[in-house]
């Protein structure tokens, strides 16, 4: 099952060994080391994974804190509160619009008669 061992395979050179020579190793991986190879690149990504994630919770902790919900609670009812007062702004700005439309019609108009008058 991938355990360390050891084997001598007779070689078919026509030379042979003599004391003291050093003999050639031909080292193969087991099934453990070919597994590990694999599984230690993967290990070490989800630890900086957990690592990251780790650091990510602690700051949503520290800006989620029960001051800053309440922060932004009282924040979010503000805004609703500003794009209300925009929006009837807007509505009183359209209408001023239009009453200065026809403010500038009737003047125009007074304008044009009193220029046909003085044609006359």
Do not use: C, Y
Request: glycine share 4%; proline share 2%; aromatic share 2%.
């Amino acid at each position: 099952m991938g355990g360390k061992s050891v084997a001598i395979v007779q070689g078919t050179s026509l030379q042979l060994a003599k004391d003291g020579d050093t003999l050639q190793v031909l080292k193969m991986p087991g099934m453990f080391d070919l597994v590990n190879d694999k599984i230690t690149p993967l290990q070490e990504k989800l630890e900086r994974i957990m690592t990251s994630t780790d650091t990510l919770l602690i700051g949503l902790n520290n800006v989620l804190n029960t001051e800053t919900q309440q922060h932004l609670k009282r924040s979010m009812a503000e805004l609703e509160v500003l794009i209300r007062q925009l929006k009837n702004s807007s509505i009183q700005f359209n209408q001023l619009l239009s009453e200065n439309k026809r403010i500038s019609i009737n003047l125009l108009k007074i304008w044009i008669n009193s220029r046909l008058i003085l044609q006359k």
